[in-house]
């Protein structure tokens, strides 16, 4: 069975970047889109971005057009969320959640449920 | 402001059953787009529960069930336990399956 392993606890000073990893254990991403989802303290979950590492295709939040970077390296099974210009309001914990996705005759993609998640990774900004 | 809508919170006592809204849009939910329901308990991951709007993965029980009509879908937990008091989230996607994932803002389930 895949799991999903984070990299561990960030502090980020306002203005910096983070780069969080996410890598399959016990297996590969194989075909999966691989979803990246945040949460603020107490608040509820964000879904943010995803991309598909088997062909490095990536779709982004609105609101994180341009702030944020997810990449992928299919041949070790890792995948990359990076976020610039942050502010206190980026703290929050960040969850990778293997995707699934179908690809449509026409070549559309499709995207369904989250089904393995990480544990996450906690970032905190703060001066 | 979660793009789709969901009680803070509900209660019920054991045994009860209870029943979860999440309320999306004709660009969403609406539009045909599948509805997902995830829990998570204190200090822990989301955990799958429900894909396809009814269908519960292997290993949950038959407890719970989701339903979906409309703009609207529903997850309802029969028989309550105590171990069954978490967070719920509805998540979809905006537009079409291929648009940007959405989820609701949660709703707190307690167990009295």
């Known amino acids: 069975q895949v799991q999903l392993v984070q990299s561990g606890a960030e502090v980020k000073k306002p203005g910096s970047s983070v780069k969080v990893s996410c890598k399959a254990s016990g297996g590969t991403f194989g075909s999966y889109a691989i979803s990246w989802v945040r949460q603020a303290p107490g608040q509820g979950l964000e879904w943010m971005g995803r991309i598909i590492p088997s062909v490095g295709i990536t779709n982004y939040a609105q609101k994180f057009q341009g702030r944020v970077t997810i990449t992928a390296d299919k041949s070790t099974s890792a995948a990359y969320m990076e976020l610039n210009s942050l502010t206190s309001e980026d703290t929050a914990v960040y969850y990778c959640?293997?995707?699934?996705?179908?690809?449509?005759?026409?070549?559309?993609?499709?995207?369904?449920?989250?089904?393995?998640w990480g544990k996450g990774t906690t970032v905190t900004v703060s001066s | 402001q979660s793009v789709l809508t969901q009680p803070p919170s509900v209660s019920g006592a054991p045994g009860q059953r209870v029943t979860i809204s999440c309320t999306g849009s004709s660009s969403n939910i609406g539009a045909g787009c599948d509805v997902y329901w995830y829990q998570q308990l204190p200090g822990t991951a989301p955990k799958l529960l429900i894909f396809?709007?009814?269908h519960r993965p292997s290993g949950v029980p038959d407890r719970f069930s989701g339903s979906k009509s409309g703009t609207s879908a529903s997850l309802a937990i029969s028989g309550l336990q105590a171990e069954d008091e978490a967070d719920y989230y509805c998540q979809s996607y905006d537009r079409s399956m291929s648009g940007p994932g959405v989820f609701g803002g949660g709703t707190k389930l307690t167990v009295l």
């Open positions: 959640a293997r995707t699934y996705r179908e690809r449509s005759s026409s070549g559309v993609y499709s995207y369904y449920y989250m089904d393995v």
């Open positions: 396809g709007n009814s």
